[in-house]
């Protein structure tokens, strides 16, 4: 059974959930949730493409894709990899105090940055939701 429709459907809904957390100024939280959606948007689309996909590395993942399918995914979001960088760099200091040099996740970051997150996620969680549609 295929279930890659269910993998883009629950992220979409961390992106919305990213943004009622960005809302209420936890962005943190949101920059965190925009890793997962897209994680689990390109599960998905392993998932449409008859592959298994593990881990949380974005790059990894969108590397391990048939070459066909890397490269329709990188015409369809300008500067992908650069995009899922940022996204990359998301996933350990948004959650974990010692993963900074002093204070919390929360004091780390803000508005600008969780705007950015969820930028780039829509991008790729929209173009990827048109791949298997």
């Given at each position: 059974?295929?279930?890659?429709?269910?993998?883009?459907?629950?992220?979409r809904a961390?992106?919305?959930l990213?943004g009622v957390?960005?809302?209420?100024g936890?962005?943190?939280?949101?920059?965190?949730?925009?890793?997962?959606?897209?994680?689990?948007?390109l599960?998905?689309?392993?998932?449409?493409?008859?592959?298994?996909?593990?881990g949380h590395g974005?790059g990894?993942?969108?590397r391990?894709?048939?070459?066909?399918?890397?490269?329709r995914?990188?015409?369809?979001?300008?500067?992908?990899?650069?995009?899922l960088?940022?996204?990359?760099a998301?996933?350990?200091?948004?959650?974990y105090p010692d993963?900074?040099p002093?204070?919390?996740?929360?004091d780390?970051?803000?508005?600008?940055?969780s705007a950015?997150?969820?930028h780039h996620?829509r991008?790729?969680?929209?173009?990827?939701?048109?791949?298997?549609?």
């Amino acid at each position: 059974m295929n279930r890659s429709a269910d993998w883009l459907q629950q992220a979409r809904a961390d992106l919305e959930l990213a943004g009622v957390s960005a809302g209420a100024g936890h962005h943190e939280w949101a920059c965190f949730a925009c890793h997962q959606a897209v994680v689990k948007a390109l599960k998905g689309l392993h998932l449409k493409l008859g592959q298994q996909a593990w881990g949380h590395g974005l790059g990894r993942s969108w590397r391990e894709l048939p070459p066909q399918a890397a490269a329709r995914l990188a015409d369809a979001v300008t500067d992908l990899e650069d995009r899922l960088r940022i996204l990359d760099a998301l996933y350990i200091p948004t959650r974990y105090p010692d993963s900074l040099p002093d204070g919390t996740p929360a004091d780390h970051f803000g508005r600008l940055q969780s705007a950015d997150a969820l930028h780039h996620a829509r991008s790729i969680v929209d173009a990827i939701g048109a791949a298997l549609a």
